[in-house]
């Protein structure tokens, strides 16, 4: 039983316009969620998180809401840019448990 | 500033062999993960190290998978009698907080 889903696999989006890339999540005592981002052959670096308690998180162009009702997440990137182009998983924890439950990931590419 | 490092980058070996793949976390990180990453599939969580406490085995898939780690520093995967299905990416992160800095993996190859 996957408890992070990415569904969609891959992403193409024209330069300029918005990216969002979805999550969604099946446990319930998940309070805290992340981004990451992999580009290939390096390991994947920290973008952005939100806890439970909020419904948004923004920092520069990369926003992210929680809706807890649906148990869904999304990352919404804007303005893309082709330096964007990577690997983005959604990862959630629950407190006090210390690790993390990945996503399978979605590739998002940006055309100049 | 010193990342996750991790050694070796590239691992190629023969069916039935043991390996160890070494991370080395980030100074003063209490917490201490692997993941594995299969080929275009997501990551897989292994074993999880946090300060002196019992570690998290939960996600080691076999009793050929074990992991050390001493004291807040280094940390050793070992994978003994290797699979073809082994092969993958093994990914280490450290952290100190809810988000976590990965090193950047050792490729694993059994032939």
């Known amino acids: 039983d996957q408890q992070v889903k990415q569904n969609s696999p891959s992403l193409s989006v024209q330069e300029g316009r918005i990216s969002i890339l979805n999550c969604d999540y099946t446990?319930?005592?998940?309070?805290?969620f992340l981004w990451y981002k992999k580009y290939p052959a390096e390991g994947p670096t920290f973008l952005i998180s939100?806890?439970?308690?909020?419904d948004k998180n923004e920092d520069g162009r990369f926003t992210v809401f929680l809706n807890k009702s649906a148990k869904h997440l999304s990352l919404h990137i804007v303005p893309s840019q082709p330096g964007d182009s990577a690997v983005y998983f959604c990862?959630?924890?629950?407190?006090?448990?210390?690790?993390?439950?990945f996503g399978d990931g979605t590739t998002l590419t940006v055309k100049p | 500033g010193a990342g996750v490092s991790q050694s070796p980058s590239n691992k190629v070996t023969e069916k039935g062999k043991d390996v160890e793949l070494r991370c080395d976390p980030i100074?003063?990180?209490?917490?201490l993960y692997w993941y594995r990453q299969r080929l275009g599939q997501g990551l897989e969580f292994l074993i999880y190290?946090?300060?002196?406490?019992?570690?998290?085995k939960s996600g080691l898939p076999s009793d050929r998978f074990s992991a050390e780690r001493t004291g807040e520093s280094v940390s050793t995967l070992t994978i003994q009698r290797t699979q073809q299905e082994d092969s993958a990416v093994y990914l280490c992160?450290?952290?100190?907080?809810?988000?976590?800095?990965f090193g950047p993996g050792t490729r694993l190859t059994v032939l």
């Open positions: 446990n319930s005592m998940f309070d805290y």
């Open positions: 992160a450290s952290s100190r907080a809810w988000w976590q800095f």
């Open positions: 100074s003063g990180h209490t917490a």
């Open positions: 990862a959630a924890s629950e407190a006090n448990a210390g690790k993390s439950t």
């Open positions: 939100i806890s439970s308690i909020k």
């Open positions: 190290f946090q300060g002196n406490s019992a570690p998290d």
